[in-house]
């Protein structure tokens, strides 16, 4: 028994739609959103520092 790993031309095609046009922008914008919250909290982290407070963050 022999599997078979060709496609078709529509199958081809739309699953690199799917990849391209789906999944990668939805990845892209959760690691932007992700970015933008991560640099939100830094900024007033540095805020606070700034106007006198004292550091929060706890490093082992």
Do not use: C, R, W
Request: aromatic content about 14%.
């Amino acid at each position: 028994m022999t599997a078979v790993l060709a496609l078709t031309a529509f199958k081809a095609t739309f699953g690199l739609v799917v990849v391209f046009f789906v999944i990668f922008p939805l990845l892209l914008h959760g690691l932007i959103g992700f970015a933008l919250a991560q640099s939100a909290g830094e900024h007033q982290d540095n805020l606070d520092l700034f106007e006198g407070g004292e550091d929060t963050k706890q490093t082992y």
